[in-house]
């Protein structure tokens, strides 16, 4: 059975950082593109960000580029997102996703952590 | 950027009757790239829909998608207790962009 469970979710003062992870099991992790998309409260689904199987390529929506980093470690089947400059915008449940083939829909999703970036 | 427009905003049926639910792109979603999410309270978005028409794994037949280019349709047969929850649409042809969501309600 596929399981994605995120962790690494809490408050966090503007500016501040988090590192979410997404331990993936029930299948070969390693050839899996993955992706992260976060709803914020009441929201709709907002892709974030997504990585190849091998970690060697990466994609970001333009409202985190340069300030959020998708990375995997093969080894140990998991994804994280790294989230520096946090803003009041960021606040949102971010949902790991698996990716069905090579950048393209989502087939399993995780059950999402909650990340609020407040004062 | 791709946006998607769904409509209506809210849907309001009974169980027993059809649901059709619309999603329009500003412009040509290439290679039918459209997929449809269902999302109850509290819980992750499910795969419904793939490649505008093909069923997920599971998937019950009264879900059906249809569609091309920018105007892509989710029809729901008979509505079940279970099915009312609120629908994505979501294009993958270039990057990724979601609808704002149709909520489907009881009447």
């Known amino acids: 059975e596929v399981q994605l469970v995120e962790s690494g979710g809490g408050l966090v003062q503007p500016g501040g950082s988090l590192r979410l992870s997404c331990a993936a099991s029930?299948?070969?992790?390693?050839?899996?593109?993955m992706h992260w998309v976060r709803q914020a409260p009441g929201k709709g689904l907002v892709w974030v960000s997504r990585?190849?199987?091998?970690?060697?390529?990466?994609s970001y929506a333009d409202s985190v580029k340069g300030r959020f980093t998708i990375s995997r470690d093969n080894a140990k089947n998991t994804l994280y997102l790294q989230m520096n400059s946090l803003r009041a915008e960021d606040t949102a449940v971010y949902y790991c996703?698996?990716?069905?083939?090579?950048?393209?829909?989502?087939?399993?999703w995780g059950q999402g952590t909650l990340v609020t970036v407040s004062s | 950027e791709i946006v998607l427009t769904q409509s209506p905003g809210t849907l309001s049926l009974s169980p027993g009757e059809r649901a059709t639910l619309s999603c329009r792109a500003s412009?040509?979603?290439?290679?039918?790239?459209l997929a449809w999410y269902q999302q109850k309270p509290g819980q992750a978005p499910r795969l419904l829909i793939y490649?505008?028409?093909s069923r997920a794994t599971g998937i019950p037949d009264r879900f059906s998608g249809s569609g091309s280019g920018t105007d892509f349709t989710l029809t729901i047969s008979r509505l079940e207790p279970e099915d009312f929850a609120v629908y994505y649409c979501?294009?993958?042809?270039?990057?990724?962009?979601f609808g704002q969501g149709t909520k489907l309600e009881i009447k």
């Open positions: 979501q294009q993958y042809g270039s990057s990724h962009t």
């Open positions: 990585i190849n199987s091998d970690g060697s390529s990466t």
């Open positions: 490649g505008a028409s």
């Open positions: 412009q040509s979603v290439s290679s039918s790239y």
């Open positions: 996703a698996r990716d069905d083939w090579n950048d393209l829909f989502f087939d399993y």
């Open positions: 029930g299948f070969t992790f390693s050839s899996y593109w």
